[in-house]
């Protein structure tokens, strides 16, 4: 048992907390930093945490001492933010836990500011084996956990979700921050089409961060803008929640981070994952945007698993990532992969029925908007229906496309393969599914979501399926992602991904171009903190 405190302060929150492993109780002192215009400036964030720190760390302390027995040590240890976040305002937090690990003489915890995010969910819901969502302002990401770390199952190819929506306000002339004045304008707003960008379980906010601000210059009225923005970014995020749920068999989704205060975002979560027969938790407000009481209750079990640092070893890292952490406490068992294939399969996306030939029916969901979920569900289904066959007479094995009905939304298939690429992952199956993908990117068009759920395995060969999500284009940054896509599933699904993916990738190199391979290192080194 301990009582630990904790302090936060890596971008505009300044706050400290203690949580007492007894009783559960946490107990957060928080002051936020307002910016007078624009966005967060990260100096005068630093300047703030200067002047505040102190005064919530002397609260918190002089919480936990009432909270103490008579006799007890008030503090265990002290557990503070270490990254990701802004440069100036880690150091001051850093700085200020030192200190005071100092002067009680209590050991020190580095915590991990996005892990924290997720694992308060975890802490709260009493999940084992969840996929983690974390939608906050810098960042936004799908996590599950597997051989001692957490996993990046997708995230976002350039900005975070609060940030995109704070950019778009702050266009608009409104304060920092955007995102509960979007809610708020959302309430009486009307659907307008905006881009939609998924590639597997990774997407794209600039493109629909463009397009939203030229709307509101054009002239759309504010309201439907803000409305179409949330029903747009978020389906984004559920549908990418959702596949990795099918993708990685979890049957819990939680929920962190600033944007997960939005009720929208919470309900359209909540639908995909009553509709699947998943659990869904979202922590309580107080825990969703930044708040010193996650890093306490993170860093209590940290503490608890021996996980301290020595002062001299507890430099920051604002480019902090959450799969760098070794998962030293108890965070559940791995989420698993394969799992007995029934002939009625709910995917991410379809219901697929397997007799003699394959019915796939893109069906309605009802978390999205009804004008958006017509829109995808039809392109999507033309498009696998051209994408599978253009495919085959590039010589990559697909099954041939008997029906095309756009209208329900139902295609029907050649059966093939006998098990997906999940039961059957050996170097040289995922080899082959790299020479196919060469093949595709040679004839000008990606796959979409190339992952081994959607490579199917037969006597002698590895078919590709479900080109849904794919698209012609002449990027090579879109052909790379699509490698991204693959190995970050080989990543998020396998024990032994460094062999799968050499071997992925020696199959790309025999038939790919080499500038692919040099694009996807790029995209893999990008600092993705704007
Ligand atoms: C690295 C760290 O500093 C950063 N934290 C952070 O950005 O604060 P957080 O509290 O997790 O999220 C703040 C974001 O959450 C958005 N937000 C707050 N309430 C919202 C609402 N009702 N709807 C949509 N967005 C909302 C804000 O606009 C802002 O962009 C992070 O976790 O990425
Ligand atoms: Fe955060």
């Keep these: 048992m301990s009582r630990v405190l904790g302090i936060e302060g890596t971008a ?22 307002e910016p007078d215009s624009g966005g967060i400036h990260p100096r005068e964030a630093a300047e703030h945490m200067r002047e505040t720190i102190p005064r919530v760390v002397r609260a918190a302390r ?22 990701p976040g802004l440069g100036p305002c880690l150091r001051i937090v850093a700085t200020a836990a ?6 009680l003489d209590v050991p020190l915890v580095g915590v991990n500011h996005m892990v924290a995010h997720l694992e308060i969910g975890r802490h709260g819901s009493g999940f084992r084996s969840p996929v983690c969502l974390n939608a906050s302002g810098a ?17 976002t190819m350039d900005t975070g979700v609060g940030n995109a929506i704070d950019k778009f306000t702050r266009h608009l002339g409104w304060s920092h921050p955007g995102g509960p004045k979007v809610e708020q304008r959302a309430a009486s707003g009307e659907y307008v089409p905006l881009p939609y960008v998924v590639k597997g379980m990774d997407f794209s906010f600039s493109g629909i961060m463009s397009a939203a601000k030229q709307a509101v210059d054009d002239g759309v009225p504010v309201e439907d803008v803000c409305f179409s923005l949330q029903e747009t970014m978020f389906a984004m995020l559920t549908e990418v929640s ?65 996980d301290t640092i020595p002062v001299s070893a507890s430099a920051i890292d604002s480019d902090f990532r959450p799969n760098q952490v070794d998962v030293t406490w108890d965070a559940g068992g791995d989420v698993s992969v394969t799992r007995p294939q029934a002939n009625e399969i709910r995917g991410a996306e379809a219901v697929v029925t397997m007799g003699e030939r394959v019915r796939k029916e893109r069906v309605g969901k009802a978390y999205r908007h009804p004008t958006l979920d017509e829109r ?49 992952l050996t170097e040289s199956n995922v080899r082959a599914v790299g020479r196919h993908l060469a093949a595709c990117h040679g004839a ?64 790309y190199e025999s038939r790919g171009d080499a500038e692919v391979i040099a694009q996807l290192r790029e995209v893999e080194g990008r600092g993705r903190y704007q």
Excluded at 139 to 155: C, F, P, Q, S
Excluded at 386 to 407: I, W, Y
């Design 98 to 103: 030192r200190a005071l690990s100092l002067a």
């Design 12 to 33: 505009w929150c300044a706050s400290a907390a203690v949580h007492d492993t007894a009783t559960d109780e946490t107990v957060i002192e928080s002051d936020a930093y």
């Design 444 to 507: 000008g068009f990606v796959h979409g979501d190339p992952t081994p759920r959607n490579a199917r395995v037969g006597d002698d060969r590895v078919f590709l399926i479900d080109f849904g999500l794919g698209y012609h284009t002449e990027h090579v940054e879109d052909y790379a992602m699509d490698l991204h896509v693959f190995e970050g599933s080989l990543a998020g699904t396998s024990d032994d991904a460094d062999r799968l993916t050499e071997a992925f990738e020696a199959g």
């Design 139 to 155: 960042n936004a990401h799908l996590l599950g956990y597997r051989g001692g770390r957490y996993r990046i199952l997708g995230e």
């Design 242 to 306: 959702e596949r990795a749920l099918s993708l990685t068999g979890a049957e819990e989704l939680v929920l962190g981070g600033g944007v997960g205060q939005n009720a929208r975002l919470r309900e359209m979560l909540a639908t995909m994952c009553e509709t699947r027969g998943a659990k869904f938790h979202a922590p309580e407000p107080r825990f969703l945007r930044d708040n010193a009481g996650m890093i306490a209750v993170l860093g209590a079990r940290m503490y608890e698993a021996g």
């Design 62 to 83: 002089q919480r936990a001492e009432r909270m103490a027995g008579d006799g007890e040590p008030a503090i265990d240890a002290v557990a503070f933010s270490r990254g």
């Design 376 to 424: 995808l569900r039809s392109e999507r289904t033309r498009q696998e229906a051209r994408l599978t066959s253009l495919a085959r007479r590039e010589g990559v094995p697909t099954p041939v496309v008997f029906d095309v009905d756009d209208t329900d939304c139902v295609l029907r298939f050649e059966r093939v393969g006998d098990r997906d690429l999940r039961e059957a």
